[in-house]
């Protein structure tokens, strides 16, 4: 059974970074395409980057592109958001998810396994 | 980037109800179109892929259809536990995903 786990809750000032991680177990991390999602009470739900199979890249979302770093250490099945010049509207609940290519097939682009999500809270 | 309209945008009906709740895309996305539920303090759960495919253990009162710009989402009858917030999301043939503004479903 594939499981992920994130990491604790953060509570960091404007203007400061923070770096969410992803442990995934059941399934090795280099079979695995995590992406980041994040969800706000403004904004909802806003998919962040992730890994894409199709080309072994990691790929942001516009609006990240230049503010959020994801990484992989394959040595330990963890993945990594790490995101700077935090803002008090990044306050949110990161979540990361797996693509569903074992039960999808590859090319469709649905999350099928979530952490239980990690709460951000950015304020002075 | 294309965006998603989900509607309504919260609904209230009764156990057994047929429950319906659609979204549109503003061009045409095939049936690149998913649906999750999410449970009140709890991580989003894949329900539906590719429109009308329905993830493994879901119920079967849990259906989807449509294609191009205009999907739609069907609870046959409604149950206690289908107490959720439902969104569609939507993916193109290059890596880039987005969501509906969500329903949040009650029970009347």
């Known amino acids: 059974q594939v499981h992920l786990l994130q990491s604790g809750p953060e509570v960091t000032k404007p203007g400061a970074s923070v770096k969410v991680s992803c442990k995934i177990s059941g399934h090795s991390l280099s079979e695995t395409a995590i992406q980041w999602v994040r969800q706000t009470p403004a904004k909802g739900l806003e998919w962040m980057g992730g890994f894409d199979p199709e080309d072994d890249n990691i790929v942001y979302a516009q609006k990240f592109q230049g503010s959020v770093t994801m990484t992989q250490d394959t040595t330990t099945d963890t993945a990594y958001m790490e995101m700077k010049s935090l803002r008090p509207e990044d306050t949110a609940v990161y979540y990361c998810?797996?693509?569903?290519?074992?039960?999808?097939?590859?090319?469709?682009?649905?999350?099928?396994?979530w952490g239980q999500g990690t709460m951000v809270t950015v304020s002075s | 980037d294309i965006q998603m309209t989900q509607s309504p945008s919260s609904l209230s009906a009764s156990v057994g109800d047929r429950v319906t709740i659609t979204c549109q895309a503003s061009?045409?996305?095939?049936?690149?179109l998913n649906w999750y539920q999410q449970k009140a303090g709890k991580a989003p759960k894949l329900l539906i892929y590719?429109?009308?495919n329905l993830a493994v253990g879901v119920p079967s009162r849990f259906s989807g259809s449509g294609s191009g710009t205009d999907f739609t989402f069907t609870i046959s009858s409604l149950q206690p536990e289908d107490i959720a917030t439902y969104y569609c999301?939507?993916?193109?043939?290059?890596?880039?995903?987005?969501f509906g503004g969500g329903t949040k479903v009650e029970i009347k």
């Open positions: 998810a797996k693509l569903a290519v074992e039960e999808a097939g590859p090319g469709v682009d649905a999350l099928d396994i």
């Open positions: 590719d429109a009308s």
């Open positions: 061009r045409d996305i095939d049936n690149f």
């Open positions: 999301q939507q993916y193109d043939t290059v890596l880039a995903l987005s």
